[in-house]
């Protein structure tokens, strides 16, 4: 089966599949990354971590590194403003600016393993990473806490002393590791469950994964004489680093620069700021631009994974299938310091359902291990696999066909979901259409320990600010600036949005991704959100260039504004049909009539429309080896218009893939002492090429009334459905129920041995 796009509306350049704008350059290793920057008088910095989970930092000595020839800088704790601030000087702040100093560079405990002490910058490398051995640490071992129900307890040991729950508006009257504590519900539950005719109560376990981005995170940073700081690094976010840079260094944003190179993926992880404080620091005290590049060790004990978790879901359904009630309880691990996606899984949890009784509770709780960050529609796929395999479970015992049940109890338009928000123009129902429509589902599954399963997905979207600027240069050609870091192909569907709507060629569009002077404030490229909001800023930005170029002929023609008309990229008089000029034409008298145009556009949008999505999903179980292997996949999703379906096929399918590897495979093997084992790719299991079939792609497009063409978010919402798909897949081919993940080889030969099979 081929990829699918289910259209209802045809424009002239959204919806084509042009080259894209940066291919060249990658294919032909003339694209930047964060490595490739080298500054003249470049030196390389390195990082003191510890040995240890959980700590006091009793003393360090960095005499010897200091001495050591070819090292020109040290930084520890103590160089951070924090350290001469004090709870007195910052007040209610303290607690916020400590734990993100803090999580950059340790000062009074280490949290995980891995948790920067000190940095050393020397002539290279190899010296700098000598010096970090020469650095004297003496530590006063603490007792880790190494899981969400552990560290949940009465008496459990606290991480922070000074750390309260946070519960409706109010905190805890004694320290806690659970920072906060959220609570949202609708209906009667307690009626919806007496309402029921089969009630259902399960647990769910999930461990801390990686996003698997192949490119680790680096810094280069040069703190010049005139106090300018400049910062080059691969991130998500140019002004998120920046501001975080800002903040940790008290340090203006005007005298900061971050210039962001091309980035060797993200998918949530290259949004927050680990090495860029620690390197500009590093740089001010030398006066010479230092770099910084993790190792892959590094990456994975100290960057931020997504959250393992604890979950309980409790629902009811009626003997046809209607869902009276659902209760979830979910439990994240927020890492060493609080910040877990907790809230948005509270938000994606049910929202696939239209329920009269519903009710969700979420906890931020800390453990010893690295900070988590976000990781493709973070906090939902933990959700999605808990509740959709409970609803399948449902459906078994009431004998139901899995899409039906789904169907009678979809989401659609109006539907208020458990924590609010209302459901505008949404494509869940039709995407378990196509689905049940689909060959994949209507052909039988054949073969011994193969079965098939299916999950529904749900990831809400996000607008937030973006801003872009384009000039119409001589030759007719747009040159189109940017803060929207590409990591999906968002150069080449901006630069879509604004062909269409000037009425150009694709081609006559050229998009650049600039650095923070360059460019109004841009929010980060995550949460599906650039092709929408940066989309609308390049709209906006086109319809001003519409504007001043209609001014133009008017002034040519030596008539009022109002007799003249832009039509798709032609700029004509309204009643004279001999005066009218191409884009191009127009574009070759800019200079004798004013010089250049420039467009402009900063937005804040909302109307993200939400992204829903269906997968389907045949296995094999090997009963001897407990092996899975994945024979087809079907991936169908509501994408609003896509703007470049290959693009969007490419999202789906590397969603797919991803929501595999954490399926079957992926996670932070940590034993008792909170050493992570596999923090290499030889070790952490990812899928390849090997492992997978061809993803197939559906894609429905029920247009997003809250953009000019449809368009919404597409790079999320794939990565939620896999593993509870897969889940159900095994469970029909060996008729067991895996309640964690991973659901590698060795936990389904226990569960078949245990079971007698």
């Known amino acids: 089966m081929s990829n699918q796009v289910l259209s209802d509306v045809e424009y002239r350049v959204v919806g084509k599949r042009p080259i894209r704008p940066d291919g060249v350059d990658k294919v032909t290793g003339r694209a930047?990354?964060?490595?490739?920057?080298?500054?003249?008088?470049?030196?390389?910095?390195?990082?003191?971590?510890?040995?240890?989970?959980?700590?006091?930092?009793?003393?360090?000595?960095?005499?010897?590194?200091?001495?050591?020839?070819?090292?020109?800088?040290?930084?520890?704790?103590?160089?951070?403003?924090?350290?001469?601030?004090?709870?007195?000087g910052l007040g209610d702040g303290y607690q916020r600016l400590k734990f993100a100093t803090d999580l950059i560079m340790a000062s009074d405990k280490v949290l995980f393993k891995g948790h920067p002490l000190a940095a050393v910058a020397a002539v290279n490398a190899h010296v700098a990473e000598e010096a970090v051995g020469l650095i004297k640490v003496e530590y006063q071992k603490l007792p880790p806490v190494m899981n969400v129900q552990a560290a949940m307890q009465d008496g459990a040991q606290l991480i922070h002393d000074e750390l309260y729950t946070s519960y409706l508006g109010e905190s805890s009257e004694k320290p806690s590791n659970v920072a906060a504590h959220?609570?949202?519900?609708?209906?009667?539950?307690?009626?919806?469950?007496?309402?029921?005719?089969?009630?259902?109560?399960?647990?769910?376990?999930?461990?801390?994964?990686?996003?698997?981005?192949?490119?680790?995170?680096?810094?280069?940073?040069?703190?010049?004489?005139?106090?300018q700081l400049t910062i080059w690094c691969s991130t998500q976010g140019s002004f998120m680093i920046r501001n975080s840079v800002a903040?940790?260094?008290?340090?203006?944003?005007?005298?900061?620069?971050?210039?962001?190179?091309?980035?060797?993926?993200?998918?949530?992880?290259k949004i927050s700021a680990y090495l860029e404080p620690v390197s500009a620091l590093l740089s001010r005290k030398c006066g010479q631009p230092v770099k910084m590049l993790m190792t892959r060790t590094e990456v994975f004990e100290a960057s931020g994974p997504a959250p393992g978790s604890w979950m309980k879901v409790k629902m009811g359904a009626t003997k046809d299938g209607r869902i009276t009630a659902a209760h979830v309880t979910l439990a994240y691990e927020a890492g060493a310091y609080p910040g877990s996606p907790v809230m948005a899984g509270t938000s994606c949890a049910l929202s696939c359902y239209d329920l009269e009784n519903g009710r969700v509770e979420g906890f931020d709780v800390l453990v010893n291990k690295p900070k988590t960050s976000a990781y493709r529609a973070p906090g939902s796929p933990q959700a999605a696999?808990?509740?959709?395999?409970?609803?399948?479970?449902?459906?078994?015992?009431?004998?139901?066909?899995?899409?039906?049940?789904?169907?009678?109890?979809?989401?659609?338009?109006?539907?208020?979901?458990?924590?609010?928000?209302?459901?505008?123009?949404?494509?869940?129902?039709q995407c378990l259409e196509a689905a049940k429509s689909h060959d994949h589902y209507k052909k039988p599954?054949?073969?011994?320990?193969?079965?098939?399963?299916?999950?529904?997905?749900?990831?809400?979207?996000?607008?937030?600010?973006?801003?872009?600027?384009?000039?119409?240069?001589?030759d007719g050609t747009i040159s189109l600036l940017m803060g929207s870091v590409d990591i999906g192909?968002?150069?080449?569907?901006?630069?879509?949005?604004?062909?269409?709507?000037?009425?150009?060629?694709?081609?006559?569009?050229?998009?650049?991704?600039?650095d923070t002077d360059s460019i109004g404030f841009t929010f980060v490229t995550g949460g599906s959100r650039t092709s929408f909001a940066t989309g609308l800023a390049a709209i906006g930005a086109a319809e001003d260039v519409k504007e001043q170029m209609v001014k133009r002929a008017a002034q040519i023609w030596d008539t009022p504004?109002?007799?003249?008309?832009?039509?798709?990229?032609?700029?004509?008089?309204?009643?004279?049909?001999?005066?009218?000029?191409?884009?191009q034409d127009l574009a070759k008298q800019l200079g004798a009539t004013g010089g250049a145009i420039t467009g402009r556009s900063n937005v804040d949008p909302s109307g993200e429309g939400n992204g829903y999505a269906v997968h389907i999903v045949d296995v094999e179980v090997d009963q001897e080896t407990g092996k899975v292997d994945i024979l087809r996949y079907t991936a169908i999703q509501d994408a609003g218009k896509a703007v470049h379906p290959s693009y969007v096929e490419g999202q789906m399918q590397g969603g797919v893939v991803q929501g595999i590897g954490w399926a079957l495979n992926e996670e932070y093997f940590v034993n008792d002492q909170g050493h992570m084992m596999n923090p290499t790719f030889l070790d952490y299991r990812m899928p390849t090429s090997l492992d997978l079939p061809m993803i197939d792609t559906v894609i429905v497009e029920v247009a997003n009334p809250g953009h000019p063409y449809g368009v919404k978010g597409v790079g999320e919402v794939p990565i939620v459905p896999p593993m509870a798909a897969i889940s159900n897949a095994i469970h029909q081919a060996i008729g067991l129920r895996m309640p964690s993940l991973p659901m590698s080889p060795g936990k389904i030969l226990e569960a078949l041995w245990e079971n007698g099979k």
């Open 32 to 88: 930047q990354y964060g490595a490739d920057i080298y500054p003249a008088g470049l030196l390389h910095g390195k990082m003191l971590r510890s040995p240890h989970p959980h700590a006091k930092v009793v003393s360090i000595d960095t005499s010897q590194a200091e001495a050591l020839p070819g090292v020109l800088a040290v930084v520890t704790a103590a160089d951070f403003p924090l350290a001469s601030l004090g709870k007195e």
């Open 182 to 227: 959220l609570f949202f519900e609708k209906g009667d539950i307690e009626q919806g469950f007496a309402d029921a005719d089969v009630v259902l109560e399960r647990e769910f376990h999930t461990e801390m994964v990686h996003q698997g981005y192949i490119e680790p995170q680096n810094s280069t940073a040069f703190w010049n004489a005139d106090g």
């Open 247 to 269: 903040d940790v260094l008290r340090y203006p944003v005007s005298k900061i620069k971050v210039i962001p190179t091309e980035i060797g993926g993200g998918f949530g992880g």
């Open 385 to 429: 696999f808990a509740v959709e395999s409970v609803i399948d479970e449902i459906c078994e015992k009431l004998d139901l066909d899995p899409i039906e049940v789904r169907i009678k109890n979809a989401a659609k338009e109006g539907t208020r979901r458990v924590e609010g928000p209302v459901a505008r123009k949404i494509g869940l129902i």
């Open 445 to 474: 599954v054949e073969g011994k320990s193969r079965g098939r399963g299916i999950a529904c997905g749900f990831w809400m979207n996000r607008g937030f600010q973006s801003s872009v600027t384009m000039t119409v240069q001589y």
């Open 489 to 514: 192909g968002t150069r080449a569907s901006i630069a879509q949005q604004t062909a269409e709507t000037l009425g150009i060629e694709y081609e006559d569009v050229h998009p650049t991704v600039v």
């Open 561 to 583: 504004v109002e007799n003249v008309e832009y039509v798709d990229g032609i700029i004509q008089h309204r009643s004279d049909s001999e005066l009218k000029m191409s884009f």
